[in-house]
């Protein structure tokens, strides 16, 4: 069974950096769109970037120049690079990995791990 462990949250004053990872347990991870999703309190999950096997990116326009999203397939690990953090950024951030146009997720949800931008 494949699992997902997010890690790298934590409390962030506004303008902050922070760096998510996310492991994956299994072998799907090299050949698999990964991405990262967020949910902010009272919202629905959205998806922030993906990132193809081959290293391709995708983002979510807002997120644009402020997030980059990688990988390191010899880990097994994608990460989210978060850069001038704004309280909206609050959530808590998932990975999965992804499919479609749509990029909708395959997996079950790992625990995600919690991003509060505050001063």
């Known amino acids: 069974q494949v699992q997902l462990v997010e890690s790298g949250g934590g409390l962030v004053q506004p303008g902050g950096s922070l760096r998510l990872s996310c492991a994956v347990s299994?072998?799907?991870?090299?050949?698999?769109?990964m991405g990262w999703f967020r949910q902010a309190p009272g919202k629905q999950r959205e998806l922030v970037a993906t990132?193809?096997?081959?290293?391709?990116?995708y983002y979510v326009d807002s997120e644009k120049g402020q997030f980059t999203i990688s990988r390191d397939n010899a880990k097994n690990t994608v990460y989210l690079q978060m850069n001038s953090l704004k309280p909206e950024d609050t959530a808590v951030y998932y990975c999965?990995?992804?499919?479609?146009?749509?990029?909708?997720?395959?997996?079950?949800w790992g625990q995600g791990t919690q991003v509060t931008v505050s001063s």
């Open positions: 990132i193809s096997s081959g290293g391709s990116t």
């Open positions: 999965n990995a992804v499919e479609g146009s749509d990029f909708g997720p395959l997996l079950g």
């Open positions: 299994g072998t799907i991870f090299s050949i698999s769109t």
